[in-house]
């Protein structure tokens, strides 16, 4: 929702000069698979009405000769009461190909939601056609075989696609802060020597929901640490999502909403609660 700061974890020579690197990218492994990312309150609970039949990955949705694979079967728990039994019944014994993780994998975070990934070498009829585009589709159904909603899958690396590794022995390494620059002032900055990006003090720009940060010939980012306030999970009473607020803020709030109300009606009672509320703090 906002990004707070930015550092990064600085590679450079010891001697200062050029640093030789190689660009290194995911052999092999879950980095290469796909995933698909399906919400515990949506897709499986049915926008929080009940729980869905089943989960299904279909070849292409649209064609009735096309390949599917069972993903999860609801064994008979119902909405809201199995609630606490739903997510560990749908990551036990996933079928060959898939795997379910709930709420993380690797760099991945879905609050509230699981991430089912594909092996595409078990799977190989996965997206199998790049000329008609995405259409393997995770779908969740009713007891009637009805499809509920549809989820299409991410097709890139779980991890980076590909990074640079330095392949000089004497290094440094070094966390610094980075300088966030528009998007109108980043070349000129780029071709002035002295405000140029430098290993004590990289210069970014933010392009959708990338960062990308600038080098030069002397340094290469091996890692960026950023701080940033996320959107707050839904609050879901039958799902167990709580207020994500420390619990003595609470009071405050309950105040605050109190001090609105007897405000609105011009109660008496108002410098009395206000009065009150000022000792506590």
């Not at 000069?17 to 980095?31: F, H, L, N, R, V």
């Not at 919400?39 to 292409?60: A, H, K, Q, W």
């Not at 589709?137 to 075989?145: F, V």
């Not at 990074?163 to 980075?178: C, K, M, Y």
Request: net charge negative.
């Amino acid at each position: 929702m906002y990004l707070v700061s930015q550092q990064s974890q600085v590679v450079t020579r010891r001697d200062c000069k050029s640093i030789g690197w190689t660009e290194q990218t995911p052999t092999a492994g879950i980095d290469l698979n796909p995933y698909f990312t399906i919400g515990l309150s949506d897709f499986v609970c049915n926008n929080n009405t009940t729980i869905v039949d089943s989960i299904v990955l279909y070849e292409d949705i649209t064609s009735t000769t096309a390949g599917e694979i069972t993903l999860w079967t609801n064994p008979g728990l119902i909405f809201p009461q199995d609630i606490g039994s739903l997510i560990s019944s749908i990551m036990a014994n996933p079928p060959g190909g898939l795997i379910v993780y709930w709420e993380q994998l690797n760099n991945l975070n879905y609050p509230g939601q699981f991430i089912v990934t594909v092996n595409v070498d078990t799977v190989n009829w996965f997206e199998w056609d790049a000329s008609v585009g995405t259409v393997s589709t995770l779908a969740s159904l009713n007891a009637t075989g009805d499809v509920l909603q549809t989820v299409t899958g991410i097709n890139s690396p779980l991890d980076f696609d590909a990074r640079r590794v330095a392949t000089t022995l004497d290094i440094n390494t070094n966390t610094v802060g980075n300088t966030f620059v528009q998007h109108d002032d980043i070349f000129t900055l780029l071709n002035d020597p002295f405000n140029t990006t430098k290993h004590t003090d990289p210069l970014t720009t933010i392009r959708g929901n990338n960062i990308d940060i600038y080098t030069n010939a002397i340094f290469i980012i091996d890692a960026v640490k950023i701080t940033y306030i996320r959107n707050p999970k839904k609050i879901s009473l039958s799902l167990g999502i709580d207020c994500e607020l420390p619990d003595h803020t609470h009071q405050t709030v309950v105040d605050m909403t109190v001090s609105g109300i007897l405000e609105g009606i011009s109660d008496p009672r108002y410098k009395t609660h206000e009065a009150e509320v000022g000792k506590n703090e």
